[in-house]
């Protein structure tokens, strides 16, 4: 549990420390598999008292945490914002709030920043299992119990095939649902069936223990945010803990995680769970996304006290005060209180307006956060016809690459940030013919090596397509990094030295935050020089820096934040009254349209 609260609050030690969820269901496999093997083996076991434990071990802690999280948002956001976590607070309730955040993903989606909810996904697909799993043990022990562990073998073997399948196709729906997180419980659920040979000696036990140990470890520092996940490479930590759980009795292993600290972090580590994300996430939005050591050692701390109070005053008390409960009127209870939470959330999301009116401007800016979602937003990016964000869609070539005889023909190519700006650029040039080669993640540039996808799509539209066809001027834009300097100003003369003109956008401004939520703040605090603190100073170093380069070759510079910035102050509002920038840097289409008008014709 701890590798995940110190990847949560941003320790880079540990930057796979998210891994510890996939520890997590290995272990919840396990002793899921023992209760109700033991029990049916036994003829002790019923589906009602397993029901009933589960709802007294789960809801008393996770129903609190989602009040609290709700008073809080209420308290200090706005009601744009707070509704959404008013709703997500249904979906986790209902225990389908993976799903829930599975539905939300949007290239353009909010951060985890506003989303003090997201980690109960996990959850979801813990929750879901148990209501399924008992049903499947039940009818294996019924039907084949002599192939209990090989039916169980397969169904973790399919369900990590669609995981790796899902991971490069689908990476959302592999990490979220839990078809593609299954062979992960499952794995401790073969080794609760002793499906794991005997170690042949006490050395060889520890040994295995041991190496379990170093997989798990490799897996929390040496896995980067951004791979395929979670297959193939959570095999690291979910072979890892079922080594350990395995081999682990006795061995050095053992002794290792019985210290007093160790298990007390295992005694609340539930609570821990629930806590440490909502902490985390409110004391960003209030003062800053980025935290200083001394922020991430305090939040930790609290973490872990919040997690032993609700572990003592909650967890402990309701669980020895239910445990001679009868099953069913526990069980109606439980859902009872689910069904109260659902109505209550969903009411707070339906009244958010009423519960906190805030001014009209307010609403207003705080509208742009859901501005992804909305119908102006393809209209301005094109999504899934000219700009491609994912690996189920499709770039249509015929609508977005056809050059025109007889006309100028204009060629914007990059990633979202070039994205943004061809509706802008095609309103104002009007009588040429404005093409778009976009896709998310993909810098406009000739590259020998990088992800399949970008070279491939940059490679055709820049080598094989401005060659063959007219191409007078190519826009190159995108979210800037020095690295990428070298490969630009190469794809600047290869281009040059094919007759095509070449305007380079520089990088745009950008926010440490989502600048709707940021603004708003500013306002409502009356403190607009937080606007200032919030704006990352990177990009203005990269724009000077390009400009130089860029313009030595010969190609023409256009200056996004000179045009945003031009008086000493960056712009906050587009000229229609609504915020320049509808996440931590993307412009909204008047935005957009207010920059293009102010940069040198083409």
């Known amino acids: 549990m701890l590798p995940i609260v110190l990847a949560h609050a941003g320790v880079r030690q540990v930057p796979g420390g998210f891994v510890g969820v996939d520890v997590f269901f290995v272990i919840s496999g396990f002793l899921i598999t023992s209760i109700i093997q033991r029990a049916i083996n036994e003829g002790s076991f019923f589906l009602i008292q397993f029901y009933k434990r589960r709802i007294v071990r789960i809801l008393p802690a996770l129903l609190l945490m989602i009040l609290m999280v709700n008073a809080a948002a209420i308290a200090l956001l706005t009601p744009a914002e707070f509704r959404t976590i008013a709703q997500s607070s249904a979906a986790t309730a209902g225990f389908v709030s993976n799903i829930y955040f599975w539905n939300l993903i949007d290239y353009f989606d909010s951060s985890a920043l506003v989303k003090p909810l997201l980690h109960t996904w996990s959850l979801g697909v813990e929750e879901q299992f148990y209501i399924l799993y008992p049903l499947i043990l039940l009818v294996l022990n019924k039907l084949w119990p002599s192939r209990l562990v090989a039916v169980l073998a397969v169904i973790v073997v399919l369900s990590f095939a669609l995981s790796l399948v899902l991971a490069y196709r689908q990476p959302e729906s592999a990490f979220y649902l839990l078809p593609s997180r299954a062979w992960e419980l499952g794995i401790g659920g073969l080794v609760a069936l002793n499906a794991l040979p005997k170690a042949r000696s006490p050395f060889e036990q520890s040994g295995l223990a041991l190496a379990g140990l170093a997989l798990i470890s490799t897996g929390i520092f040496a896995i980067r945010p951004g791979i395929a996940f979670p297959a193939p490479w959570a095999l690291l930590p979910c072979i890892g803990t079922a080594l350990v759980i395995g081999y682990g009795e006795l061995s050095i292993a053992a002794k290792l995680l019985s210290v007093p600290p160790v298990r007390w972090i295992g005694r609340v580590s539930y609570s ?195 060659r063959e066809s007219r191409v007078h001027i190519a826009v190159l834009a995108g979210q800037w990094r020095a690295k990428d300097l070298p490969a630009l100003l190469r794809t600047i003369r290869i281009l040059r030295s094919r007759n095509v003109g070449v305007v380079v956008i520089g990088p745009t401004v950008e926010y440490d935050g989502q600048f709707p939520h940021i603004l708003s703040q500013a306002l409502m605090r009356g403190d607009m020089a937080m606007v200032d603190r919030m704006r990352i100073r990177r990009p203005f170093d990269l724009d000077r820096k390009m400009a130089r380069l860029v313009r030595a070759t010969g190609a023409r510079y256009f200056s996004e934040i000179e045009v945003e910035c031009s008086s000493g102050e960056c712009r906050l509002f587009d000229s229609r009254g609504g915020p320049f920038h509808f996440d931590y840097g993307h412009l909204t289409l008047d935005a957009a349209r207010d920059v293009v008008r102010q940069f040198p014709a083409l």
């Open 272 to 466: 821990l769970y629930l806590w440490h994300w909502p902490l985390i996430t409110f004391w960003r939005l209030q003062f800053g996304p980025t935290l200083s050591r001394p922020e991430t050692a305090l939040l930790i701390g609290i973490s872990l006290f919040a997690a032993t109070m609700s572990y003592l005053l909650i967890e402990r008390p309701f669980i020895q005060r239910f445990k001679a409960s009868a099953a069913r009127a526990t069980n109606v209870a439980g859902c009872g209180a689910v069904f109260v939470m659902v109505a209550l959330t969903l009411g707070v999301a339906a009244n958010a307006t009423r519960i906190k009116p805030v001014p009209e401007q307010i609403r207003h800016i705080t509208s742009f956060l859901t501005y992804r979602y909305s119908t102006t937003n393809h209209y301005q990016f094109r999504r899934g016809l000219c700009f491609v964000a994912k690996g189920d869609e499709t770039f249509d070539w015929n609508t977005c690459m056809s050059a025109r005889p007889g006309r100028r023909n204009v060629l914007i190519v990059g990633d979202s940030h070039a994205a943004q700006y061809w509706r802008a650029f095609a309103l104002r040039y009007t009588s040429d013919n404005v093409m778009q080669g976009t896709a998310s993640g993909c810098r406009p540039a000739i590259l020998p090596a990088g992800r399949a996808r970008c070279t491939a799509l940059m490679s055709r539209i820049l080598n094989d397509f401005a």
